[in-house]
């Protein structure tokens, strides 16, 4: 079949400015488009700002800022994907992410995936990141761990486009630059997912994407990428759109790209001194990173027993144990301080349902569910990762992967309300705030 091209020539203000190229045989060699040139339809702004990504003359306009991710509806498996970028200022940093989860890995903006490395004078590095995994080719360490390199740099000067052509083929991944392949890994896991375009720190343009699926080879399910569960972002990493805030608030609840960090200091009066949302939820699904990042120092707390009374001694006093603590926290459902779950470095660990454990007033079997079964927060200063279901009056929450409160029933929780990130006067740090409602 012959081929040909037509060159769009645009003139802006006296310049002429080549816009692309389209092929006569676009559709015809088995290749269809990922992006139209004119919106995002079949792209999901996974965890930035609205204007983080945007559509500009047929390009994908990232700003850089915050970092994060912007990935496909549809998973694949084996293809050749084609796609052009470029940089705007030396040193500009990006990727595309093969075979992402659906959302961003605990305690950090990116998801688990390959990356292949798109960065102004160091384009073509190849690499797992945040849990995936990858057998390098012409691999070197490195402080994050083994890469597999570029044999050859053919990257153009910076403003000029750039030519990607990446081919997944059961595991195997290979890349081309400028039109010589130059870098290949083996053994990937996952080997069926997302694509993902990344934004780190500097404005990036992308442009021409389009995909070649191959057959598949029906990989079993530990091969397979995290599918998407309908959770959408409650934090952009810009700012606190959605988020009410307060004069007393405004210095001290801070957007810092892609983590919210509080230094415990708010002014605000009452519960404003609280970030809640503004939109209140009834049902749902939710994921909160967080971390205490303050250096912890040796402090007495109480033992918390499994009936969620606190441990005594034989003359009724409090016994307690000497732990590294970094502060406190919490996480406040349906609109209100009862429901709250803690954050803190007690051994009975984090995600306890405070105002339902303490209160004597509550029967037995309700103290008892809202104390965690196992502590399973880690180590002081780590990110951990709640995974918190409400329907009805119960409550179920995860920690990094472990069920520690299971279908807590609670009685008197409303049925609907804001939710809100505690001030407890202490230093505390948040991420990868998603909610999927259930109503």
């Not at 990446?166 to 890349?175: H, P």
């Amino acid at each position: 079949m012959k081929k040909y091209c037509i060159h769009l020539l645009i003139i802006i203000g006296g310049v002429v400015l080549l816009a692309g190229a389209v092929s006569s045989t676009w559709a015809e060699d088995g290749f269809v488009p990922l992006f139209n040139g004119r919106n995002l339809d079949g792209w999901v702004n996974v965890n930035c700002a609205p204007e983080t990504w945007t559509v500009s003359e047929g390009r994908i306009i990232c700003t850089g800022i915050p970092t994060g991710v912007l990935r496909t509806i549809k998973q694949y498996e084996n293809y050749i994907l084609e796609l052009e970028w470029r940089h705007l200022k030396k040193g500009g940093n990006a990727g595309l992410f093969i075979h992402s989860d659906a959302i961003t890995a605990p305690g950090q903006p990116f998801t688990r995936a390959i990356e292949c490395q798109i960065m102004d004078g160091n384009e073509g590095d190849m690499f797992a990141i945040h849990g995936a995994k990858m057998t390098p080719d012409n691999s070197k360490p490195t402080r994050e761990g083994m890469r597999s390199f570029p044999k050859e740099k053919r990257m153009r000067p910076t403003g000029i486009w750039n030519h990607y052509r990446v081919e997944s083929r059961d595991g195997i991944l290979t890349l081309a630059v400028n039109g010589k392949e130059v870098t290949r890994g083996f053994h990937l896991n996952p080997r069926k997912g997302y694509i993902c375009l990344e934004s780190e720190g500097s404005e990036v343009h992308f442009r021409n994407i389009r995909i070649r699926e191959l057959p598949g080879s029906n990989p079993p399910p530990e091969l397979i990428a995290a599918a998407d569960e309908g959770f959408r972002s409650l934090y952009n990493g810009l700012d606190l759109r959605g988020w009410k805030q307060t004069p007393g608030n405004k210095e001290h609840w801070q957007a810092k790209n892609w983590i919210l960090d509080y230094d415990g200091k708010s002014t605000a009066q009452g519960e404003d001194v609280h970030l809640w949302t503004e939109k209140g939820y009834g049902n749902f699904k939710m994921i909160v990173d967080w971390r205490l990042p303050d250096e912890p120092v040796t402090e007495a707390v109480p033992v918390i027993l499994p009936d969620g009374s606190t441990a005594v001694d034989d003359k009724d006093k409090e016994i307690t144990v000497p732990v590294l603590d970094a502060g406190d926290s919490g996480i406040y459902l349906r609109g209100i301080s009862k429901c709250q779950l803690n954050i803190w470095n007690w051994p009975v660990g984090s995600g306890e349902i405070w105002g339902y454990r303490t209160d004597e007033k509550q029967t037995p079997a309700t103290r008892r569910a809202a104390t965690p079964i196992m502590n399973a927060d880690n180590p002081v200063g780590q990110w951990n990762r709640f995974e918190i279901t409400a329907i009805g009056d119960r409550i179920t929450v995860v920690v990094n992967g472990k069920t520690v409160i299971r279908d807590a029933r609670l009685p008197g929780l409303p049925g609907r309300g804001p939710i809100a990130l505690q001030h407890h006067g202490d230093h505390v740090q948040f991420a990868n705030i998603y909610i999927r409602e259930l109503d």
